[in-house]
């Protein structure tokens, strides 16, 4: 029996949208866990079928026969780093609890909540007032934020490195264009000087509309996002990405680098 369209589109979507640091030792465990579930006949060839680049740029086919083939015959990239035994049966690989933890996150992504289902529908343009009205926290609807109902309208935008126009996102360019557009303030354009604006904010009590920062390139503040409530921020990943709402989970509580409140 072929797998679900549902379960196969999981594999693909979590190794694209894989964070910059995610592990190899991370994939194979999900694969191998979706294997012995019987979720997915998954058969890992380590060593044998062409290079999975690490950067997690992948294509996903469109031909659903495309798509079994390439599942039942995974390969993955071996490097001088990767553990020797991960060149064995998938889900055997010793994680740390760590790892555990974050691939747990990437496992979860199979039940998404309300928030996410509504980011990836294919029709951003016919759920709009959706997003505004059940996806959000609750607090966001009892005090609107203008800068995130703003923020909203971007959903699904391509990252573009230095971009901000709706045509194209980086992290800053999106935060710059619509707090300038939606509240008629000017920030500066890079999060590291957005750092240094409004009233810093402690994390227990952010409030949706309040600037989020992180470290994601070996400095602080190199990222800046929106939070909309109930540990969740909206924000232009990166490149390949487009703008879209996620939680402040492992990988992004470990860079957090603190909030700032600019109205």
């Not at 060149?87 to 979860?108: F, R, W």
Request: charged share 20%.
């Amino acid at each position: 029996m072929n797998p679900p369209k549902s379960l196969k589109s999981f594999v693909f979507l979590n190794l694209k949208d894989a964070k910059p640091n995610f592990q190899l030792k991370n994939i194979c465990c999900i694969l191998g866990m979706a294997s012995s579930f019987g979720l997915i006949p998954l058969s890992v060839q380590a060593q044998t079928i062409g290079q999975l680049d690490q950067s997690m740029d992948l294509t996903v086919p469109q031909s659903e026969d495309q798509i079994s083939n390439i599942i039942s015959n995974v390969s993955l990239p071996l490097s001088d780093s990767t553990p020797s035994s991960l060149s064995s049966v998938p889900g055997q690989a010793s994680l740390t609890e760590e790892e555990l933890t974050e691939t747990k996150e990437i496992v979860d992504a199979l039940n998404p909540d309300p928030i996410q289902s509504l980011i990836e529908h294919e029709n951003l343009s016919d759920i709009h007032v959706d997003l505004e009205s059940e996806a959000l926290p609750s607090e966001s609807k009892e005090q609107p934020s203008k800068l995130v109902q703003g923020a909203l309208n971007y959903i699904g935008v391509k990252y573009r490195y230095g971009g901000t126009t709706p045509s194209g996102f980086d992290c800053s360019g999106l935060i710059y264009y619509t707090a300038d557009k939606y509240m008629g303030i000017k920030l500066p354009r890079v999060a590291s000087n957005m750092a240094k604006v409004g009233t810093e904010v402690s994390r227990d009590n952010m409030r949706p509309g309040d600037l989020v920062f992180f470290n994601t390139r070996g400095r602080r503040n190199s990222h800046v996002g929106i939070y909309v409530g109930d540990n969740k921020f909206l924000h232009a990943p990166r490149t390949g990405a487009k703008v879209r709402i996620e939680n402040i989970s492992t990988y992004w509580s470990k860079r957090f680098n603190g909030a700032r409140r600019i109205n």
